[in-house]
Nanobody, 121 residues
Framework: QVQLVESGGGFVQPGGSLRLYCTAS????????MGWYRQAPGKQRELVAR???????NYGDSAKGRFVISRDTAKNTVYLQMNSLKPEDTAVYYC???????????????WGQGTLVTVSS
């Protein structure tokens, strides 16, 4: 069994910064991709940023130039540094991992429980 545990969400004023954390634990053989998605009220879930095992990154349009995704491979942890936050960044942020487990089923896509980010004055 594999779990993703997120932390770091909270309340911040416009222009502020937050750092999100996500750690994968359990029966993990390897992680192909880890990343962040978000879902605002009444909207579809969208990609924020994603990082592959090879180090390639993909950012959603809303995150480009403001957010940075990074990782600590040894800790199976991915970080999302969010700067210059705007009210429209308010959403539940979900960690996602595409990985290979040591037990069946081998190929898994796992989601965290979500962490709320609120940007407001």
């Amino acid at each position: 069994q594999v779990q993703l545990v997120e932390s770091g969400g909270g309340f911040v004023q416009p222009g502020g910064s937050l750092r999100l954390y996500c750690t994968a634990s359990g029966s993990i053989l390897s992680i192909n991709t880890m990343g962040w998605y978000r879902q605002a009220p009444g909207k579809q879930r969208e990609l924020v940023a994603r990082l592959t095992s090879g180090g390639s990154t993909n950012y959603g349009d809303s995150a480009k130039g403001r957010f940075v995704i990074s990782r600590d491979t040894a800790k199976n942890t991915v970080y999302l540094q969010m700067n210059s936050l705007k009210p429209e960044d308010t959403a539940v942020y979900y960690c996602n991992a595409d990985l290979v487990a040591t037990t069946l089923p081998r190929d898994l896509e796992v989601w965290g429980q979500g962490t709320l980010v609120t940007v407001s004055s």
